[in-house]
């Protein structure tokens, strides 16, 4: 007799919980989240979409073409393309291998993360986006443009 | 008031295009009425629905219905979109016209009780008829019927097993239900459901702290009356697909769907009438209708008797979110072998510390009862006596019901504890019985 009270006792204080809200664990709130609605919390640390980050006062590429990170990864799915220029050094025209182009499969990638951890710059860095699907199966090589500047993700709020 | 000028307006409206006073009081009302009380109990029965998604999902910290409109407000009417566009089969040998019509009979059985609740004083009921709790339990009992021929009609094992298995339990349950009617019925010495509500109102008190065992026997029934958790193994999806109705879909099913909900809030309706003292509240006529505003006074009575259905509801709903259900031959027994007998003995100490008041009236001085004239009016020693022997009444059916069903295989698990034996057992070896040893 009395369990089957204590029973509705837990029920009710998960129902004036769900309605008072105020922490995300049941029985003081609502675990749901309305996700189109609510961009989810992820942890700080997960392994997203990949993006080549640039030097913030200049808006120059970070990645000085080593081609460690296609090394790394254990997929194949990272080509980096250099590039040669031609700079002064002391006086001396020197030759200088810079980015030219890179080329990023995430339909190959698994998200390991070997190759943010190569990375001897902290450029090529793994963010917190999910949303990587699209139309065509092109539209998975991502260049080097899309990785710097980021995708246009579809929002459902506002 | 300007809110109700439109009841006055339709009133001028009617005597201008000829009707006499007793057409209109009599004719024309009733079925503004009924059309309205239709439509609101389908609404109603509808965002029951949608309530109790909504509780459930919180008591499961989730959130429910939301995608369709703020809130999830339109997901009833999405549901009853959805169910009318679905394609109606009847199965190849079922019988047609029986498969046809059940639904019907549930549904129209179900909202026929709606025409007698008091939804309030004056102009809040439809009609009020002398013998109104038995109108209410001869009519919801034509729900069985209509599940027994929606099983029948099926021509399916799952359909005729939940049919009969449902049926069984409604009239266990019925019995149950009508016997603890009248623990209340005597303090209110009426049957008409209006009249009960005036006795509780004059005599200023709720008749379950009277009679808390009346009122808990007659929710429990209630409850596998209508085929609800924890009693709802005829509808348990795991066992039965889905009983009676598993051949019904889209809209016919939404019928049965809406009889059981119609039904529910019945139950809840006849509950709070009976007991928690319908539409009175203690101080609503001081400050409505003794100041003159009538139309307030049922206006404000309406609202009180919708909170407290309402109340009685999430009962429903919260029952059905914590209890796992009961197995078929427990609920059989739980029907006749717990609460016939509790009734019984309820209406027997009902009947007797009726008689103890009345006998101890006057004694040293102390005046129990006021008058006897309508309903049980009693001063306030005599409603605190009266309360006691509520309490006392509980106790004593408790220890009776205990001392009935002592040797019954579920209560007493104590006497089923045999002392345990080990078995000589070498390690390692296969269990070999032992030959007993005296």
Known sequence: MFDLLKGLALTLKYNIGALTDSDSVAGKGIYTEQYPKVRPDVAPRFHGAPRLNMDPETHDTLCIACNLCAIACPEDCIDVIPMDVEIIV????????????????????MFCALCQEACP?????????????????????????????????????? | MLLFAPINFIDQLLLKAGLDAATINHVIWPFIQIGLLVTVVALWVAYATYLERKISAFMQAR????????????????????????EDFIPEKADRWIFFFAPYIAVASAFIVFSVIPFGPDWAVVTDINIGVLFVLAVSSVGVLALILAGWSSNSKYSLLGALR??????????????????????????????????????????????????????????????????????????????FHTEYSGFRWSLFFMAEYAAMVIVSAVAVTLYLGGWYFPLVYRLTEARGYHNLYVVVSLLVFITKVLIVLYLYFWLRWTLPRFRYDQLMDIGWKWLIPSALINIALSGLSIFLLQALDGWQGIKLIDSLSQGLNLTAYGKALMIVFGLLGLLITGALLARINWRSRDFNLKSQRRTIRTVNLPKGQPAVPVAAKG
């Open chain 2, 63 to 86: 959130l429910g219905p939301m995608r369709v409109g703020p809130w999830g407000l339109l997901q009833p009417i999405a549901d009853g979109i959805k169910l009318l566009t679905k």
């Open chain 2, 166 to 243: 449902s049926s069984a339990q409604m009239i266990s349950y019925e019995v149950a239900m009508g016997l603890s009617l009248i623990g209340a019925l005597m303090f209110a010495r009426t049957l008409s459901l209006s009249g009960i509500v005036t006795a509780q109102q004059t005599d200023a008190i709720w008749f379950v702290v009277y009679q808390p065992v009346g009122f808990l026997i007659f929710l429990v029934s209630g409850i596998a009356e209508n085929n609800r958790a924890p009693f709802d193994l005829p509808e348990a999806e795991s066992e039965l697909v889905a009983g």
């Open chain 1, 90 to 109: 002391a006086g001396k025209p020197r030759k200088k291998k810079v980015l030219d182009e890179f080329i990023f499969d995430t339909s190959r990638c």
């Open chain 1, 121 to 158: 710059t902290y450029c090529l860095e793994l963010t917190q986006d999910f949303e990587l699907a699209t139309y065509s199966r092109g539209g998975f090589v991502w260049n080097r443009e899309m990785l710097e500047q980021g995708r246009e993700t579809v929002k459902y709020t506002e």
